[in-house]
């Protein structure tokens, strides 16, 4: 089991810059695929971006509202911890961003995840 915990969310203006990290407990983190969810209000939790167990691999979101050239999924292993660069934001990605662990490779639905931290809130003012 891994517990996962999300920081770096706030208030930024469109345009600006934040980088969320998440943290794991446990010993296995390098065991597990990680990825990025968010869910504005009213909508459904989207995904974000993925990253492998290695780091190797990456994947992003490539819907309309494309997260792809603007935000970097990292994981530095020796730390528990990935991150989520985010730059160039917009009003649009205002949401509450959750991190997630599982197994599969490069897994992009959120049902296949079996680990959730709480979430942290990301605000972009326009």
């Known amino acids: 089991q891994v517990q996962l915990v999300e920081s770096g969310g706030g208030l930024v203006q469109a345009g600006g810059s934040l980088r969320l990290s998440c943290a794991a407990s446990?010993?296995?983190?390098?065991?597990?695929?990680m990825g990025w969810f968010r869910q504005a209000p009213g909508k459904e939790r989207e995904f974000v971006a993925v990253?492998?167990?290695?780091?190797?691999?990456?994947?992003?979101?490539d819907s309309a509202d494309s997260v792809k050239g603007r935000f970097t999924i990292s994981r530095v292993n020796a730390k528990n911890t990935v991150y989520l660069q985010m730059n160039s934001l917009k009003p649009e990605d205002t949401a509450v961003y959750y991190c997630?662990?599982?197994?599969?490779?490069?897994?992009?639905?959120?049902?296949?995840?079996?680990?959730w931290g709480q979430g942290t809130q990301v605000t972009v003012s326009s």
């Open positions: 997630a662990a599982g197994y599969g490779f490069l897994i992009r639905s959120k049902d296949e995840y079996d680990y």
């Open positions: 446990g010993r296995t983190f390098s065991s597990y695929t």
């Open positions: 990253i492998s167990r290695s780091g190797d691999n990456t994947y992003y979101a």
